[in-house]
């Protein structure tokens, strides 16, 4: 059991910022990716629409015979966690508490800004989940939807790309933020932009390596971590043509995406 796979499952090619923490944090685990190219992005769709996709994801990385899934996507863990969670016995694991315990540990002024996508902002989960924490934490919160397709375009540090993060950012300066929650899979591709327009007393915080932890937590705690000694092997699958998910996610990375197949979930 300790030597299968962990999924980990997004809209597209930002899961990659959580799959690279899981890689860096515990470099033994084999991973599946499962990345739904072909529908993203999720964040302007509804929660039913966005419930069957991540069902159909679930079902596609369990039939991978996984360990443990990680929903790397914000959407879907603000929209229907629980649920997912509940429909299985693998332990389903999302990022919106890991962030949330990011920016409590980060900000020193109590005023914290989060950044998602339209869902993810409307569903309100990242307050509740930072005020569950701490509740005398201020909590300004924006969508920024266009920063999804920059990110899948590989648009990370143009011109466009810092247009746009000025538009979107500079009200959420204005309330004298000092921590920035990057509660968007594909935001910490962005970091070069955003960290631009915030400037240097706005730490820019995210879910990936918190969640990271919290998967090596889980996995000791069941005496569930890779026991082989042979290096660790990930597979990536996509549900659309891969050329662009490899592009961008190999120069993230830092290593090659391979190998890649196209399944419809
Ligand atoms: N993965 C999504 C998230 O973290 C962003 C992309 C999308 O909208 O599907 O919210």
Redesign the pocket.
């Known amino acids: 059991m300790s030597n299968i796979p962990i999924g980990v499952f997004?809209?597209?090619i930002?899961?990659l910022t959580v799959a690279g923490e899981i890689m860096k944090l515990l470099p033994g685990e084999n991973i599946v990716y499962f990345g739904?190219t072909a529908r993203?992005?999720?964040?302007?769709?509804s929660p039913e629409a966005i419930t069957q996709f991540a069902f159909e994801g679930l079902k596609f990385l369990l039939s991978q015979d996984v360990k443990l899934i990680v929903i790397?996507?914000?959407?879907?863990?603000?929209t229907c966690l629980e649920e997912l969670a509940a429909s299985t016995r693998v332990p389903v694991l999302g990022?919106i508490e890991p962030g949330a315990r990011a920016a409590v540990n980060a900000t020193r002024n109590h005023r914290v800004g989060v950044i998602?996508?339209e869902?993810?902002t409307k569903s309100r989960a990242y307050e509740r989940a930072i005020n569950a924490l701490n509740e005398s934490i201020s909590i300004y919160s924006k969508a920024c939807?266009l920063f999804?397709p920059l990110v899948e375009e590989g648009w990370l540090e143009n011109e466009a790309a810092l247009i746009t993060a000025k538009i979107y950012l500079e009200p959420l300066k204005g309330q004298g933020i000092d921590t920035l929650v990057l509660?968007?899979?594909?935001?910490p591709l962005l970091k070069p932009a955003i960290g631009q327009i915030m400037g240097r007393g706005v730490r820019l915080v995210d879910s990936a390596e918190e969640t990271a932890k919290e998967v090596w937590q889980i996995l000791n705690g069941g005496n569930l971590l890779r026991k082989a000694n042979a290096p660790a092997s990930y597979r990536y699958f996509v549900s659309d043509d891969p050329e662009k998910f490899v592009r961008v996610g190999e120069k993230f990375l830092k290593r090659s995406i391979e190998p890649i197949s196209v399944i419809e979930p």
Do not use: E, L
């Open positions: 997004d809209s597209g930002g899961g739904d993203v992005p999720y964040g302007s769709k790397a996507c914000n959407t879907v863990s603000a990022v998602g996508t869902r993810t939807p999804v509660a968007c899979t594909h935001y």
